[in-house]
Nanobody, 121 residues
Framework: QVQLVESGGGLVQPGGSLRLSCAAS????????MGWYRQAPGKQRELVAV???????YYAGSEEGRFTISRDNAKNTVYLQMNSLKPEDTGVYYC???????????????WGQGTQVTVSS
């Protein structure tokens, strides 16, 4: 059994910063890609950023330059540093990870429960 637990969301004023964390726990042999998704009110869930096991990163939208994804493989944790936040960044942020529980099995896609980020004055 694997769990992803997010933390770090909250209410912040425009121009402010937040740092999201997502820790994976359970039976873990290898964590492949880890990423963050956002679901804004009334919209579908969309990719924000992905980081591979070797540290390569990909940003899906215009957040690159304001957002930075990183990971600590020793702690099985992925982070999303969000700076210069805008009201349109508001939404529920979900952590996602591809995790293999043994050396003989392929990775399975797991989701966190989501953390609310609200950018408002």
């Amino acid at each position: 059994q694997v769990q992803l637990v997010e933390s770090g969301g909250g209410l912040v004023q425009p121009g402010g910063s937040l740092r999201l964390s997502c820790a994976a726990s359970g039976i873990i042999f290898r964590i492949n890609d880890m990423g963050w998704y956002r679901q804004a009110p009334g919209k579908q869930r969309e990719l924000v950023a992905v980081i591979t096991s070797s540290g390569s990163t990909y940003y899906a939208g215009s957040e690159e330059g304001r957002f930075t994804i990183s990971r600590d493989n020793a702690k099985n944790t992925v982070y999303l540093q969000m700076n210069s936040l805008k009201p349109e960044d508001t939404g529920v942020y979900y952590c996602n990870a591809d995790i293999a529980s043994t050396m003989f099995t392929r990775g399975i896609n797991y989701w966190g429960q989501g953390t609310q980020v609200t950018v408002s004055s």
